[in-house]
């Protein structure tokens, strides 16, 4: 019997210069090897806007995990990359808006589970809510699968930002 490999889900943060083509480059090293994105946030880290963080969760053998490091490591213009998965303690967050049509007791439902997700209700019209929800990606998931049933009509996310705990920094 064959032995399947582990795989396992890492968040990366990458440090780089916020220029033209670097995103472009990083998803570059990503696809060119087959290596696979769950979720890709980018977003300008310093107030004068010369630098950006990338985070991205991935998955993969611990050996694949490695190599993506390195990779990315060697990438001009990155500055730093970081495994908050393999580095300690981090926080992880993401935000979905999350759409509902639906008749009156669906309403009256998907009010409910919001309230008990904690999900803020930030549009309503006759018909239909938005909804933000914040948290780890289970609860996002978990949020969005019981919206199913009560007339769930569109979805978007924004992927998962995360910093380490206490006074580590990238």
């Known amino acids: 019997m064959v032995e399947q490999p582990h795989i ?3 968040t990366i943060s990458i440090i780089v210069d916020n220029e033209a083509g670097v995103l472009a480059r990083v998803i570059g090293l990503f696809a060119g090897r087959g290596y696979n994105i769950e979720h890709l946030t980018v977003a300008p880290v310093d107030i004068i806007g010369t630098e950006s963080r990338i985070t991205v969760v991935t998955t993969g053998t611990p050996k694949i995990i490695e190599q993506i490091k390195a990779q990315l490591d ?3 213009p990155i500055h730093r990359v970081g495994d908050l998965t393999a580095e300690g303690p981090s926080v992880e967050r993401e935000l979905a808006l999350v759409k509902v049509c639906g008749d009156r007791d669906q309403r009256v439902e998907a009010l409910r589970v919001a309230e008990a997700f904690r999900a803020k209700r930030v549009d309503s019209t006759a ?6 929800v914040t948290g780890k990606t289970e609860k996002i998931k978990a949020f969005i699968e019981l919206m199913e049933n009560l007339g769930l009509v569109e979805v978007v996310r924004t992927g998962v930002a995360a910093l380490h705990r206490g006074k580590k920094i990238l």
């Open 8 to 10: 396992e889900r890492h």
């Open 74 to 76: 060697r990438l001009v």
């Open 127 to 132: 018909n239909s809510f938005v909804f933000e």
